[in-house]
């Protein structure tokens, strides 16, 4: 006959070992994001130390066009201070986006980028981009904020053209734990 404390000894230790196996489930959860995020381009960061060839092939040139869209009613103003670049593979880019916020209240969004055609998603590699991190602006602020890129000489010679196309969407309750 089993007795109340060992129940409760058996439950304990039943209860320990799901806690640990969340636990690990948790931690195997961000090489899958990482791997997820690498393989389909989205947010891919790339740090310094990763640039291994860092030699542009000026006998191209690739013409990288900037779109920017606003979701679920945002109230804000967002758009790209240049419509396109003409590029090199290899050489490095930077393109500045304005952002307003018409509201009368703090708000928090985020944006998600977008590449036409998609392959080229694997050779986009951004240095700094304000998609990383949400963004919170009062009533009535500016910001202007940077897209660091270089587009990687891997890029397929029948490629002559990429669209970089963001989007942001309200990140809901944010604003107001900024506040």
Same mark, same amino acid.
């Given at each position: ?9 058996? $439950? ?6 799901? +806690? ?6 948790? *931690? ?7 791997? &997820?995020?690498?393989? $389909? ?10 640039? @291994?060839? $860092? ?7 690739? $013409? &990288?066009?900037f779109d920017s869209n ?6 804000? @103003? *967002?758009?790209?201070?240049? @419509? ?8 490095? +880019? @930077?393109?500045?986006? /304005? ?7 703090a708000v928090t969004g ?13 050779? *986009? !590699?951004?240095? /700094? ?21 270089? &587009?990687?000489? +891997?890029?397929?010679?029948?490629v002559n053209t990429i ?11 944010? +604003?107001? !734990?900024? &506040?």
């Amino acid at each position: 006959m089993v007795t109340q404390a060992q129940s409760n000894l058996l $439950t304990m230790r039943k209860l320990l070992v799901v +806690a640990v196996a969340m636990f690990g489930f948790g *931690f195997a959860l961000v090489p899958f994001y990482q791997k &997820i995020c690498e393989v $389909t381009g989205i947010n891919s960061l790339l740090k310094p130390d990763e640039v @291994t060839n $860092t030699q542009v092939d000026a006998a191209r040139f690739v $013409t &990288i066009e900037f779109d920017s869209n606003l979701r679920s009613k945002l109230p804000w @103003t *967002f758009r790209p201070l240049q @419509t396109s670049v003409r590029i090199h593979p290899g050489e490095l +880019a @930077t393109v500045m986006y /304005e952002i307003r916020n018409n509201s009368d209240r703090a708000v928090t969004g985020q944006a998600i980028p977008s590449y036409g055609p998609q392959l080229a998603a694997r050779y *986009f !590699k951004k240095l /700094e981009c304000f998609c990383f991190t949400q963004q919170t602006l009062q009533s009535g602020e500016a910001k202007q904020m940077p897209v660091v890129f270089v &587009i990687d000489k +891997a890029l397929p010679d029948d490629v002559n053209t990429i669209t970089l196309s963001y989007t942001f969407f309200e990140v809901e309750g944010a +604003a107001r !734990k900024a &506040i």
